[in-house]
């Protein structure tokens, strides 16, 4: 039986990683396992079902959008110089964004948007917008 601090490579104690990984105990509930030499230097000591509670049911799903303490408006200046925005479901241009896997939020690029806000309808995939 492995003793709290004890290190070891993964494929020694049954993973397939060939990275070290050190044995740890639970700071809450005592329950010990062998976590990743990478995850102990940013964890807080804590198993996932003790993270969990600690966490007191904030949900990640109340940190979205503008709840988000690091929102900056939904706008991203991308290195080409455009503004990709993020739109949601009830805005009347959500179908012109592009889909993120999983996300509810769409995005579009800001001259688009504005250029069919202009003409009061959807634009298709393949009109070309220009601007100064």
Same mark, same amino acid.
């Given at each position: /039986?492995?003793k709290?601090? %004890?290190?070891?490579?993964?494929? =020694?104690?049954?993973?397939?990683? &060939?990275?070290y990984?050190?044995?740890?105990q $639970?700071?809450? $509930?005592?329950?010990? @396992?062998w976590?990743?030499? +990478?995850t102990c230097?940013?964890?807080?000591?804590?198993? =996932?079902? $003790?993270?969990?509670?600690? !966490?007191?049911? +904030?949900?990640? *799903?109340a /940190?979205?959008?503008? +709840?988000?303490?690091? &929102? +900056?408006?939904? !706008?991203?200046?991308?290195?080409?110089?455009y503004? !990709?925005?993020?739109?949601?479901?009830? %805005?009347?241009?959500?179908?012109m964004?592009?889909?993120?896997?999983?996300?509810?939020? !769409?995005?579009?690029?800001? #001259?688009? *948007?504005? /250029?069919?806000? #202009?003409l009061? @309808? $959807?634009?298709?995939? &393949?009109?070309?917008?220009?601007?100064?």
């Open positions: /039986m492995p709290i601090g %004890d290190r070891a490579i993964g494929t =020694s104690i049954g993973n397939h990683s &060939w990275g990984y050190q044995y740890v $639970c700071s809450d $509930c005592d329950y010990t @396992r976590v990743a030499e +990478k230097r940013t964890s807080n000591g804590r198993c =996932s079902p $003790c993270s969990l509670k600690s !966490r007191k049911g +904030k949900s990640i *799903l /940190m979205r959008g503008d +709840k988000n303490p690091a &929102w +900056k408006g939904g !706008r991203l200046l991308l290195k080409s110089g503004i !990709r925005l993020s739109i949601y479901p009830e %805005d009347p241009y959500f179908e964004g592009k889909a993120n896997d999983g996300h509810v939020v !769409r995005t579009i690029l800001e #001259h688009r *948007l504005v /250029m069919a806000r #202009h009061g @309808r $959807c634009l298709e995939r &393949w009109e070309i917008v220009h601007h100064r």
